[in-house]
Structures are given as C-alpha cells and as structure tokens.
C-alpha cells in the first residue's frame, strides 16, 4: 500500500474508535471504574514506549542536532500544555460526579485540536517509515480507547443525546485524518521530519501529565500493582514492537 493509503486507513480507523464510547451505555458504572484505570494505565505506557522506543530514535536519524531535535521535543509538550491550560481540556476517564468536567463543547475542541495534532504527528511518522507509523498509530490508538470512553459518558451526563454524542464524538476523530492528509501534503514542498519530535512530546505529556496522575491516586495497594503492571505492559508492548520491526 502506499504512505497516503496507510495515513488515510490510519485516519479512518482513529476515528471508529470514538465510536468505542457507545460501550459506556451498557455498562454498569462499577464495572466501567473497574476497566477504565487499567487501560488508562496501559495507555501511558503505550504513549511513552511509542515516544522512547519509536519516535526519538527515528527522529534521531534525521535530525542529527540534539538541540534542534529535543527543542521540537519540548514544543511538542508544551502544545499540550497550552491545550489544557487555555482550553480547560481534562482527560475525564470517569463519567462520574466527582469527575472534574469540562463544558461539553470545550471537551470537542479540545480533543478535536488534540486528535488534530496527532494526526499530523503521526502522518509525519508514516511518512518517515510505515512500520513506525504502525507502531506510533497503535500508541495513539491505545490512548484513544480509554479517553473516548470517559468522553462519551460525560457528553451524555452533560444532556446530551445517545445519537447527537456519537455523531460528534467521530467528527472530532476525523480531525485525526485531517492532520495526517496534511502532512502529506505539506511533505510534498517542506521538511516535516520536525513534526515526529514533535509529536513525541505530545505523547509525552499525554502519558506523563495526563495519565499517570490518574493512576497514582489510590490507598489501595493491590489497585497500584494492577496499575503499575498495566503500564509496563504498555511500555513492553511498544518494546516489542519495536524488536519485531527492527
């Protein structure tokens, strides 16, 4: 298949996932706390694996300045950082009372810019080689599951319908495709191997910032190795993928 074929295939796919939401509504919220903070913590891990064992040392090949390579690393973080200060975007794994939650409309711009950047990101890293951008999109991905899980529920705690949440909920995913169309594009006349440190930071700062904070909150012993082993996971995951592809 060609690069555009795997970035519009890539695209496509981050987008159903949205649609993985719908779940909540079948769900007891007993039984959604229970799965969604170990696939919040395997989602960290999958996020940092894919920045440390993926995109850093591919974007090391090309950008061969440690300087320029870590700045991009950085401006990736602090995009994310930007985000969420002026946004108010918040992760809300849980759709729950005790949730913080954002309005609904500033969750589907913030995560619409989100996914936005990751496509572009992501796309860049299809661009370099298509088995990293396997390996990144599945990172993305990884992080997608838990976070469309909570957004659903709070769109709907927030009044909203089944039906209009969903519809949404996949129109933010599709900016995900829209940014990696345009890093196909742009590759045609600039140099976007800046944008896979670049989204190396926004991993970063998802996992780092985001997500294990998350995880970290608990009195309960067992609950904390649960999460620990379900980050190591993640991060194994990715290592293993990256033995595989080498």
């Known amino acids: 298949m060609t690069v555009l074929l795997w970035i519009v295939l890539g695209g496509l796919g981050m987008s159903a996932i949205a649609l993985v939401g719908s779940v909540t509504l079948l769900m007891k919220k007993a039984t959604l706390d229970r799965i969604v903070m170990p696939l919040v913590a395997f989602a960290a891990g999958s996020l940092l694996g894919g920045a440390f064992f993926h995109m850093l040392p591919a974007a090391s090949l090309t950008i061969t300045d440690p300087t320029r390579l870590y700045s ?25 009372a005790d949730c913080k939650r954002p309005i609904t409309y500033l969750i589907l711009i913030g995560d619409g810019l989100h996914n936005f950047l ?10 370099m080689d298509v088995r990293l951008g396997i390996a ?18 709070v769109l709907i705690h927030g ?25 196909w ?47 190591v996971s993640g991060l194994a995951l990715l290592w293993l993928v990256h033995v595989a592809l080498a």
């Not at 009044?159 to 890093?183: E, Q, Y």
């Open 136 to 153: 990144a999109w599945l990172a993305a991905a990884a992080h997608e599951i838990p976070q469309e899980l909570g957004d659903f529920g």
């Open 185 to 231: 594009m742009a590759s045609a006349t600039l140099e976007v191997d800046f944008l896979v440190p670049f989204a190396a930071g926004n991993f970063i700062y998802i996992g780092a910032v985001d997500l294990v904070p998350e995880v970290t909150r608990h009195e309960d012993p067992g609950t904390n190795i649960l999460h620990f082993i379900c980050f």
């Open 72 to 96: 991009w690393t950085l401006l990736g973080f602090i995009v994310f950082f930007a985000l969420e200060q002026f946004l108010h975007w918040h992760h809300c794994h849980r759709a729950s």
């Open 118 to 127: 990751g496509g572009l990101g992501v796309g860049a890293v299809f661009l």
């Open 159 to 183: 009044g909203w319908s089944r039906a209009k949440a969903l519809l949404f909920n996949l129109l933010s995913g599709l900016t995900f495709l829209l940014g990696g169309l345009l890093a």
